[in-house]
Every structure is written in C-alpha cells, then in structure tokens.
C-alpha cells in the first residue's frame, strides 16, 4: 500500500514538473514573438506601427517604397535573428553537453574564427572557390573554414587517446591558430578590404535575404529533429560516459553525430550574418537555470532563449544610437556579458 501512494506520489509529481516545464517553454515562446513583432515595428524609417502591420497583411494599402522597407528589409532582418539565435544556441547547448564543458559554444572552441579566416581570405585575397559569384565568396569561404574546424574537432573527439579535455584544448588552440592568421591577412589588406573585413567579423543582419533565410530555415528543419532525437542519451551523457554506456549508449557515436549537427547550424549561421558572440554560451545556461538537465526540454527551451536574445539585440542594435543601425554582434557582446557575470554570480555550480 506504501508503495503504490509512493508511486503515485511520484509519478503527480512528475506531471507538475513537466506542466511546469511546458509552461515555461510557452512563456519564452511568447516573449520570443512580442520581441520579434517588436524588431518589425523598430527601425530608421520611422513608420507607424500600423502601416508595419498593414504591410504584411494588407500590401495593397501601402505604396511601393513603404511595401519594401517591410518585406526586403524588416521582415528578413527579424526572422534571421530568430533562426540565427535558434541555430547558435541549439549548437551550444548540444556542444556543452557533448563536451562536458560549461564554456563550451562555437565561438569559444574555434568555429566562429575559422569562418573569419575563411571570410577574410575572400575579402582581402580574393581566393574562394572557382567559379563561384562574387556575392557569395564570403559566405562560402566562411561555411567551407567553419565546417573544417568543426570536423577537426570531430577528428579528433574519435580519437580515443583526446578525450574531451584534448578536444575543448584543441578547439582553444583553434581560436589562437586562426586569429592570428586573420590578424597576418589584415596587415598586408588595403584600407577598403581592411574596413570591409573588420565589419563583417563584427556580425551584421543586413546580410539578410530570403534566399539566405531559406537555406538556414532548411539547415534548423533538417537538424532540429535529429537533435531531439538523441536528446534522452544527451540527457544520460550528463550523468557521467560510464553511466551512459551503462544504458547502452554508444557515447563516441553520440559525440560525432551532434558535432556534426553543430557544424551545420554553427557554419551556417556564421556564414550568413558573420561572427556572433555569447549566444551559444548564455543561450543554453539560462534554459539550463529555467529547466534543468532534461534535454528533451532543454533543447527547444536553448533555441528559444536564443531567439529571444538575438531578437532583443537586434531591436537593440536600430534604437541604442539614434538613426545609426550598429552591427548586432556588438549589441550580443553587450547583452552576454552582463547576463553571463549574473548567471556566474548567482549558480557559480551550474555554470
């Protein structure tokens, strides 16, 4: 009789954690769209919220001009904050959990300076692929240098001998390696490619298009299902390899297949809007304080979250000096900083 009140007890208590959860995934799911109509509604043009409205549900009330600034400029630049802060975070929290590390993100382990050194070898040397337009140099050579890296690290993660330790040690040696090497090709550029290379690594929205948007949006629905697929092993790979294996996880497959799916959502992100700092690192920790470790969970609640912060620096980025639009990785670097101190301060050991 104990046992079944116990067993019932446990298993209501179950429930109100996970109605708990699915309303905190609703929350930040709202907050996210009020953000996102904010970012459409913000911008240097100073239209009336009411026309932004009408722009996307009645086009024939406005003119021309107006119809443009909202679905060739406003609109894309609000969704790829979305997907970009989506796809960042998601490849963070995957990239913590796989490598154990809670400073784990692909711009602290070398994804985010191999697209660098990938655009710069575009911008001031003009090697790229053959044959390849010249409106798409930067963001190939940007995917081509960021997927290397990111397959270097799944090189070695196979390796038996690294370890996780030699992999996130080998993702730092990557930042160094690739920053220097931007840092040599800025010394023999040219003022124009010099100032075009530093505004690029600064990470900008307006790159924005509905081609570059569709490529990503295809990228997050490809991965996304993937991802939460191996979220119940993700979930075990936190209590420790031994006990996963002990569930009958294979943990070195587990690890190259997420590396693989970070590649992807990192590569293409970094690739479109250039280097983006701190949401693949906060992203995923405020999630983690919200959710805890349930990946089945923690997962969309990253993507969220990432979202939501991308999109708050965007609005950021048209409002914080007036009639002057700054590159959004400056306002990201604002934003993460700050948070990333409290979280530290606050849960010094989830952190």
Not at 13 to 19: D, E, I, L, S
Not at 262 to 289: E, K, N
């Amino acid at each position: 009789m104990d046992q079944a009140i116990t067993r019932e007890g446990t298993i209501s208590a179950y429930h109100r954690m996970t109605r708990r959860r699915v309303l905190i995934l609703s929350v930040i799911g709202l907050l996210s769209l009020l953000v996102f109509a904010a970012d459409i509604s913000t911008g240097p043009s100073n239209l009336p919220l009411a026309q932004v409205w009408a722009g996307l549900f009645d086009p024939a009330s406005l003119t021309m001009p107006q119809l443009t600034i909202i679905r060739e400029v406003r609109l894309p630049y609000a969704l790829m904050a979305i997907l970009v802060g989506a796809a960042l975070s998601l490849a963070g929290a995957e990239m913590q959990t796989i490598l154990n590390n809670p400073l784990a993100s692909p711009f602290t382990l070398g994804v985010s300076s191999a697209a660098s050194f990938g655009a710069a070898l575009a911008i001031v040397l003009g090697i790229s692929v053959p044959f390849l337009p010249t409106d798409w140099m930067v963001p190939i050579n940007a995917f081509i240098c960021a997927f290397a890296s990111v397959l270097l690290l799944e090189f070695l993660a196979r390796s038996r001998a690294a370890g996780v330790e030699g992999v996130v040690l080998f993702g730092i040696a990557l930042v160094f390696t690739f920053n220097a090497l931007v840092a040599l090709i800025q010394f023999v550029a040219s003022q124009e490619a010099l100032s075009q290379l530093v505004f690029w690594s600064m990470g900008a929205l307006n790159r924005a298009t509905w081609s570059n948007l569709g490529i990503l949006a295809l990228v997050m629905l490809v991965v996304t299902p993937f991802s939460m697929r191996a979220a119940h092993a993700m979930t075990a790979l936190r209590l420790g390899e031994d006990r996963a294996r002990s569930f009958g996880i294979d943990v070195a497959r587990l690890r190259f297949a997420s590396l693989l799916r970070i590649s992807a959502l990192a590569a293409t992100s970094v690739a479109f809007v250039g280097t983006i700092g701190f949401i693949g690192l906060v992203g995923p920790h405020i999630a983690r304080l919200m959710l805890g470790e349930d990946h089945r969970f923690l997962l969309p609640a990253s993507m969220l979250t990432g979202a939501f912060i991308m999109s708050v620096a965007s609005v950021g980025s048209k409002i914080l000096v007036p009639g002057v639009l700054l590159p959004v990785g400056i306002v990201t670097s604002m934003i993460g900083v700050p948070v990333f101190l409290v979280l530290i301060l606050r849960k010094p050991e989830r952190v």
